[in-house]
């Protein structure tokens, strides 16, 4: 059977600073009252990244009204498929991460497209990586988000060891590069003062342990970036009424999918269907 053809619409959102954020819906034709779901993007990545625009096809086609879009200090500009506002992107932190989510959220809840096609009643999170620490957080703390699912989600914002720190506090950055000509990206200091002004609320076990609503973990026992070992830490943390852990041999980070070239997307569709048939028995 042909999937529905998928139509696309492009958004523009203020962020509660003004910034703009620039966000994709998809949707299949001819739909309505569909749950509307949110990707959050992994770090260093953007929403026309690797495989965020081919997961998002396929869940608009499996019933969804498919939000991705840009955290506004992320880099990219505009609609842009590079990450090229360096001073930018060496300002974000993730308390940052998390406002331009409850605006995006906020947005949604007024837009008259996802207002016509999706029912923001039935409203969730997907993050990958970074982006499953900052859906989480949200998700716990936002009435709105009625179920999760996290992809290789951190179980830690904080990732430095005390030297790495050190080095950070007395350059004033952290490159993200040995090389600065293959790579001139680095995180400002804001990074480690908001760990440090907000560690109870960037929490990410305390945020599992709060977090009382339908929560799938998805993670590859093969994740070099993101051990297993942080998947089983959240679920550890978690309410097991209501979480689900599945770790997946022989997989990785990236789901073989950084492009369409190392397996046609073939793992990804693999995990997009296990979300999608969690979600559809969760949400009915």
Known sequence: ???????????????RSG???????????????????????????????????HAAERLAESG???????????????????????ARFEKNTFSQELDDLGALLDGLSSDTTV???????????????????IALVCASEDARVKALVTWSAIATFDRWTAHQKHAWEASG?????????????RLGTGILRDIEAHGDRLNLSAAAARLAKPWLILHGEADVTVPAREA????????????????????????????????????LDAIIGVSVQWLHRTLS
């Open 115 to 133: 207002q016509t096609v999706g029912d923001v009643r039935r409203l969730v999170l997907l993050g990958h990586s970074r982006g499953g620490g």
């Open 19 to 53: 910034d703009m954020m620039h966000a994709d819906v998809r949707f299949a034709e001819g739909s309505t009252s569909r749950p509307v779901l949110v990707i959050c993007h992994s770090f260093m990545a953007f929403k026309e990244w690797g495989f965020f625009p």
């Open 1 to 15: 059977m042909k999937p529905p053809a998928v139509v696309k619409k492009r958004l523009l959102l203020p962020n």
């Open 173 to 185: 950055f952290l490159p993200l590069a040995r090389n600065t000509t293959v790579s001139p990206l």
């Open 232 to 267: 089983r830490s959240l679920y550890g943390a978690s309410d097991p009424a209501v979480t689900e852990l599945r770790v997946l041999e022989h997989v990785g980070h990236l789901y073989n999918a950084a492009t369409r070239a190392e397996d046609n997307f073939q793992t």
């Open 64 to 86: 969804f009204v498919c939000v991705t879009f840009n955290f506004s200090h992320n880099g990219v500009a505009l609609d842009g498929n590079r990450i090229t506002e360096l």
